[in-house]
C-alpha cells in the first residue's frame, strides 16, 4: 500500500480521489448528500483563504483503495474524513490514512475532529484517542413537498412577515442575516466540542456567496421579521451539477421569539421558495440535520414529512 499526497490542480486525481471519499461517506447508507465533482473543482482550486487543506490517497497495486481529507484553520480543530472503499476494510487502510492525517497536521493542529454515521466508523474514532462530542439525527423528506401539506402549516403569527429569495441576500437585509449567522454560531448546542465561532460580517457573508456560487449551488434563503426587526433565518442549498438531493442547512430563531410558529412559517416559505428555483425540478429528497435535544425541531420536521434516516456522530480528540 501507498498513500500520497493528491494535488488538487490534477483534475482527473482529484476527481477520483472525491469519488473514494464520496462512495466510503454513502457506504450503507440511503439518499445521502455529497460534494459534487463541481463543488470539488471549484472548492480546491479556490480555497479559502485562511484554510490549510490536506488530501491523500491509499492505493494497493494501483488501485485507490481509500482516501482522507483534513481541513484546518488556525486555533480550530482540524476536520478529518477518512474513507475506505468496503471490500478493502478492516485491512489497516484507514489507520494508515489516519497516521499520515496526523504526520501532515503535526505542528499545526492539535485537535482533531471526525463524523460518522456507522457505529465501526465510532469504534475506529474511539481506538484513536477521540470521545463522542455530539449526535445530531439525519432527517429526509421525498421533494417536492405536497402542497396540501404545506398549506395546513403556513401563516406566520401576527406582526411577523417572511421575506425569501434564490441566491445573493438582499441588500436590505445583509446586516440582519449577518447578525443572525453569527447568533447562530454562537448558540448552536455544540455537546462536548471546542466551540469555533464564526464571525459573519456583512463582508464574510459576501465572500461565502460568492464561493458558494462558483461551487455550484443556488442559496435558497427567507428570514423572518417581526414589528420590522429579524429575528430568524433558514437556508437550503441545492447543488446546480447534482440536484438530486438538497441540504437543509441552518435554521435559526433568537431566543425571544421562539414557542410561536416563527421557525415554521420561515421553513414552509423557503419550501415553498425551493419551488420556484429550477434546479429544483431535479431534486428528490431533502435532508437535514437536528440535534437530539432540539424535540420542538425534530417534531417540526415531522409534521412536513420528513423522516428519521440515521444519526451522526461527531467526535474529538488530542491530534497526537
Known sequence: MTIEVVDPHDLPRLLEWNAVLRDGYASGRSHVWSRSDEATRSQFHHPHPTRVSVLLMAEVAGVAVGAAEAHMRPGEPADVEIAVREDCRRRGVGRALLEAVRSALRGAATVMRAETSTEAGVAFARSAGLDVGTREIRQIVELPVPENRLAGRAGAPAGVEVLSWSGRCPDDVLDD????????????????????????????????????????????????REHGDAVGYTEILVSRADPEIGYQDDTFVEERARGRGIGRAMKVANLRQLMTVPESTASRILQTYTEPGNAPMLALNRSLGFEEADVLTVLEGPLG
Open 177 to 224: 442575516w449577518a447578525r443572525l449567522r453569527s447568533q447562530m454560531s454562537a448558540e448552536v448546542p455544540s455537546g462536548e466540542l471546542t466551540r469555533t465561532l464564526e464571525t459573519a460580517d456583512v463582508e464574510a457573508v459576501r465572500r461565502n456567496e460568492q464561493r458558494m456560487s462558483a461551487q455550484g449551488y443556488t442559496l435558497v434563503r427567507s428570514l423572518a
